[in-house]
C-alpha cells in the first residue's frame, strides 16, 4: 500500500527558492522543516529578541502541524539551532513543550540564511493513528 504524502506550505518566500515545503506527512508522521522567525508581512519578526523569535518559530511550527492534522502535543522531537548558543535558556520553549517533553537537541551555527534570525526549530510529530 502506498501512503499518501501531504505536503504543507507556509508561504515563505524561500520554498520555492530552495524546494522545500514546512512540513511534510506521510502516513502518521510529521516533520517540520528548520523554522524561522518569518514575520507574517515578511522580514523578520522579533529583531534582536530570541525569545520572541522562538515564540514566532512555535507559532509557524503549530500552524503548520495544524495543516498537516497535528497539534504540539504529538511532537517527539524538536530540534533548536542557535547563532549563539549562550542564547538557550532565553528560547520560548519550554513554554511549549513544558508537559510534552519531546526529545530535544540544542545547537548553534555560524549563521543562518537571514542574518536577523537568531533562531530556527525543527519537529517531528506522530499523531495518533
Known amino acids: 500500500m502506498?501512503?499518501?504524502?501531504?505536503?504543507?506550505?507556509?508561504g515563505s518566500y524561500l520554498e520555492p527558492v530552495i524546494g522545500?515545503?514546512?512540513?511534510?506527512?506521510?502516513?502518521?508522521h510529521i516533520a517540520v522543516g528548520g523554522t524561522a522567525p518569518?514575520?507574517?508581512?515578511?522580514?523578520?519578526?522579533?529583531?534582536?529578541?530570541v525569545y520572541a523569535q522562538t515564540k514566532r518559530c512555535l507559532e509557524i511550527i503549530d500552524k503548520a502541524l495544524?495543516?498537516?492534522g497535528?497539534?504540539?502535543?504529538?511532537?517527539t522531537r524538536t530540534r533548536i539551532i542557535l547563532t549563539d548558543i549562550a542564547l538557550w535558556k532565553d528560547a520560548a520553549h519550554a513554554e511549549a513543550f513544558a508537559t510534552i517533553r519531546p526529545v530535544t537537541t540544542l545547537m548553534q551555527v555560524t549563521a543562518f540564511v537571514d542574518p536577523d534570525?537568531?533562531?530556527?526549530?525543527?519537529?517531528?510529530a506522530v499523531v495518533p493513528e
Not at 502506498?2 to 507556509?10: G, W
Not at 522545500?20 to 502518521?28: C, M
Not at 497535528?70 to 511532537?75: A, D, N, P, R, T
Open 66 to 68: 495544524a495543516d498537516a
Open 38 to 49: 518569518i514575520a507574517a508581512g515578511g522580514g523578520t519578526a522579533g529583531i534582536g529578541d
Open 117 to 124: 534570525w537568531l533562531v530556527e526549530i525543527e519537529v517531528d
Open 20 to 28: 522545500f515545503s514546512r512540513a511534510v506527512r506521510v502516513g502518521n
Open 70 to 75: 497535528g497539534k504540539l502535543e504529538h511532537v
Open 2 to 10: 502506498t501512503e499518501v504524502r501531504t505536503l504543507v506550505s507556509s
